[in-house]
């Protein structure tokens, strides 16, 4: 999903995203309670019922506001997603894309960019 600061989306911005993607709008551009719900109820919950993956599913997510409401967790318990949340302002250190996916990402690229 991605989040624009937009009462209603450009035709140019849909036109050009993947169609795949979904686009959410808030006020400042943000991932709120309102499009973070939207998003697991309206997209992230069918794609796993599309492509039949095995319930219960855990849902690693920052510690951040948005994702950690009442509503939210209701949800999510009655779609069998269990909702992980890291420790807030750390997830840069400890969250897994960052560990395992990015860092040698950011490794080679500092690397390369010394070479150059």
Same mark, same amino acid.
């Given at each position: 999903m991605v989040v624009y600061p937009y009462q209603r989306?450009?035709?140019?911005?849909?036109?050009?995203?993947?169609?795949?993607?979904v686009i959410g709008r808030s006020e400042h551009?943000?991932?709120t309670t309102e499009t973070?719900?939207?998003?697991?109820?309206?997209?992230?919950?069918?794609?796993?019922?599309?492509?039949?993956v095995k319930f219960p599913v855990i849902l690693f997510v920052d510690?951040?506001? &948005?994702? $950690?409401?009442? !509503? #939210? &967790?209701? $949800?999510?318990? !009655? #779609?069998?997603?269990?909702?992980?949340? #890291?420790?807030p302002n750390v997830t840069r250190i400890i969250q897994p894309a960052d560990v395992a996916v990015f860092r040698p990402i950011k490794v080679a690229w500092r690397a390369a960019v010394r070479k150059w």
């Open positions: 989306i450009p035709d140019k911005i849909s036109a050009g995203l993947d169609p795949t993607w551009g943000w991932m973070f719900y939207q998003y697991i109820g309206n997209v992230f919950h069918p794609y796993l019922l599309e492509n039949r510690g951040h506001k &948005s994702h $950690l409401t009442y !509503e #939210l &967790s209701v $949800l999510c318990s !009655e #779609l069998k997603i269990e909702v992980i949340a #890291l420790y």
